[in-house]
């Protein structure tokens, strides 16, 4: 009796396992600045402030604000497919980090200013995120590879950042922030550009056991108690 007991209950939890459900009561939601359903008041804007003195540039990173948090949204809320930012379903993100200006910029003319990838914890996305009210406005890819470039429009732009399934506690990437042509971004010499690096920090998700896996080990377990 208690062989064929443990085994209906073996085969309830592997009928449990690959079967796929659907949660009650979804709810589309809106993607909030601290990834998952965290808005500012759990997760305020960091800005990465960016100045010009005429011939050099540099970053500086709000270092008063903690680690920003790559956070999947919590069942049963989900993002509405037919929304722009459902790119990020089923993915951690955040967008806490800002390129933002720090205090008044005035340009040579014909040049802008650029960011320009240097390198990323692999999996790791980047989307240009328009303002929310923006009529068809798309959430973009940008900087998908090293070497990869994108110009600043020159005002606070909060990019998202996402993973889906991390696999790691910490994720990076790093900039090279630079005076380019204002149309083809080729660097201009005889200005200083600044590198700098952003982190998150994730719960990383367990690797599934493969159904077929399961079935074997299952097969197994029976087979031994009979």
């Given amino acids: 009796m208690n062989r064929v007991i443990a085994g209906n209950f073996l085969l309830a939890a592997?009928?449990?396992f690959l079967t796929v459900s659907q949660p009650a009561n979804a709810a589309?939601?809106?993607?909030?600045?601290?990834?998952?359903?965290?808005?500012?008041?759990?997760?305020?804007?960091?800005?990465?402030?960016?100045?010009?003195?005429?011939?050099n540039l540099a970053v500086h990173v709000d270092d008063t604000v903690g680690t920003p948090v790559l956070?999947?949204?919590?069942?049963?809320?989900e993002f509405d497919p037919a929304q722009p930012w459902s790119v990020l379903s089923g993915k951690a993100y955040n967008f806490?980090?800002?390129?933002?200006?720090?205090?008044f910029i005035t340009l040579p003319s014909g040049t802008g200013i650029w960011?320009?990838?240097?390198?990323?914890?692999p999996g790791l996305e980047t989307y240009l995120r328009p303002p929310m009210w923006t009529s068809g406005a798309t959430w973009t890819p940008i900087l998908?590879?090293?070497?990869?470039?994108?110009q600043w429009s020159g005002s606070m732009q909060h990019?998202?950042?996402?993973?889906?399934?991390?696999?790691?506690s910490s994720y990076e990437t790093s900039y090279r922030v630079y005076l380019g042509e204002e149309t083809t971004g080729t660097p201009l010499l005889g200005y200083g550009s600044a590198d700098v690096t952003w982190k998150w920090s994730a719960t990383p998700v367990p690797e599934p056991i493969g159904a077929s896996l399961l079935?074997?080990?299952?097969?197994?377990?029976?087979?031994?108690?009979?």
């Fill in 14 to 16: 592997m009928g449990a």
């Fill in 28 to 55: 589309y939601v809106m993607p909030q600045m601290g990834g998952g359903q965290v808005g500012m008041m759990g997760a305020p804007m960091k800005h990465a402030d960016i100045t010009f003195d005429g011939t």
């Fill in 71 to 77: 956070r999947p949204l919590t069942p049963p809320d």
């Fill in 96 to 103: 806490q980090l800002a390129w933002n200006p720090g205090g």
């Fill in 115 to 121: 960011v320009e990838r240097l390198f990323a914890t």
């Fill in 144 to 150: 998908a590879a090293d070497g990869a470039r994108w």
């Fill in 159 to 168: 990019n998202a950042y996402a993973m889906l399934n991390p696999t790691l």
């Fill in 215 to 226: 079935l074997v080990s299952g097969m197994l377990i029976l087979r031994r108690q009979r």
